[in-house]
């Protein structure tokens, strides 16, 4: 069965280029995907696929019935692009100004449509059933997971698998993690409300941007010596704000950031820390500072069994070389609201491009064939998933 999904996989890659490469020029934002939603309605609709629209928001769900009752396996992949100018030189360049595909989503899209309609045209010798979940907004917080999930995306399913195109590793391997893969990622905005003045005269003011100075400072301490060091956590100050005149002393500032961790008491850790940094400095500068704290998506957490699982499918598909297990990322990621649900595991696959700029770079690319792999794969752990053993 794996042999003949493989053959069609092969033969519809150049139809899943097409997909990825309109996907590609006609990108929408986060909460804003109809038309990108639209047509992936459209192709289960020409399908003859049973698909379910608006789930959640933009999202989309198909489901492909085997021919004989089993386990109910979901894969999903995410359709939004990112506020970004596209500076590629490429045929497919987005066409939609300040707005373009610079992590992979529309690769994600067409791999698992053209995997869906593998799987379709395969359905009367398969076990179970096959769900494919097309959710969007996961660039921006709240993220479109957890309105799909409160709408049934995952009524019945008994495991979910999902990948990222991963353009800083090559194409042909994947990487795989056991626990913690992707980081909670939570933001912050700090305001101080010093008292401003003229730059002759400092001692009449309390200054915001010596004050905001000290924060960006005494913040850094707490991962260097509040978090257990075999522990991990990051916290970055994106944003420092203060736009005054050369002779004007800064009446307010405001900084803002993220914090990265993976376990939830580090994470509560690291907010309570923060709040106290600011009261303390706030006290000794005889000024006001308060901090809008917002906790974005939870860590991604790969279940054992379903990851050993993966490991193991790969490595049939690829070979033992080119199936690497990972450290954990500290970039953020909403399937980590489906694995608070259901068993299940997230895997990076390489598509390192000749040009390889990162995730979220205006020059961002893929290389191509990285879609098939991922197909394979995502594909192959669906079939076999229905003989492992019940739990």
């Not at 070979?319 to 997230?346: I, R």
Request: charged share 20%; hydrophobic share 40%; aromatic share 8%.
């Amino acid at each position: 069965m794996k042999n003949q999904l493989f053959e069609k996989l092969t033969t519809a890659y150049e139809d899943m280029v097409v997909i990825r490469r309109h996907l590609h020029m006609h990108p929408e934002l986060s909460f804003k995907e109809k038309k990108t939603a639209q047509y992936i309605v459209n192709f289960y609709n020409e399908l003859g696929i049973d698909v379910e629209a608006n789930v959640g928001g933009n999202g989309v769900v198909a489901r492909v019935k085997g021919g004989k009752p089993g386990k109910t396996v979901a894969l999903r992949a995410d359709f939004d692009a990112l506020p970004i100018q596209d500076e590629k030189d490429v045929p497919y360049k987005s066409t939609v100004p300040g707005v373009m595909h610079a992590c992979g989503h529309d690769g994600h899209t067409a791999t698992l449509l053209q995997l869906a309609k593998a799987l379709h045209e395969l359905h009367e010798d398969l076990t179970g059933e096959y769900v494919f979940i097309h959710q969007h907004a996961e660039e921006l917080t709240p993220g479109g997971a957890i309105s799909m999930i409160e709408a049934g995306c995952l009524d019945g399913v008994d495991a979910i698998f999902g990948t990222h195109l991963w353009s800083q590793t090559d194409a042909g391997t994947i990487e795989y993690a056991v626990g913690p893969t992707m980081a909670a990622a939570d933001m912050f905005e700090i305001t101080i409300q010093g008292a401003g003045g003229h730059g002759a005269n400092p001692h009449q003011t309390k200054d915001a941007i010596v004050i905001g100075s000290q924060l960006v400072t005494n913040l850094q301490q707490i991962v260097a010596r509040r978090v257990d060091p075999i522990d991990s956590a990051v916290l970055s100050i994106g944003a420092f704000i203060a736009d005054n005149a050369f002779n004007v002393i800064a009446d307010t500032a405001t900084l803002r950031g993220t914090v990265r961790t993976f376990t939830p008491e580090t994470r509560d850790l690291m907010e309570r820390e923060i709040r106290r940094v600011l009261e303390g400095t706030a006290l000794a500068n005889n000024c006001t500072i308060n901090i809008d704290y917002t906790r974005g998506y939870p860590a991604v957490v790969n279940h054992e069994e379903e990851t050993h699982f993966l490991k193991s499918v790969a490595e049939d598909v690829l070979g033992e070389a080119y199936v690497l297990e990972t450290a954990p990322h500290m970039g953020g990621e909403d399937f980590a609201y489906y694995l608070e649900k259901v068993p299940g595991t997230f895997f990076f696959t390489g598509a390192r491009p000749e040009d390889d700029y990162p995730h979220h770079h205006p020059r961002f690319d893929i290389e191509e064939s990285a879609m098939l792999t991922a197909a394979k794969i995502l594909g192959a752990a669906a079939i076999d998933y229905q003989t492992l053993q019940e739990k």
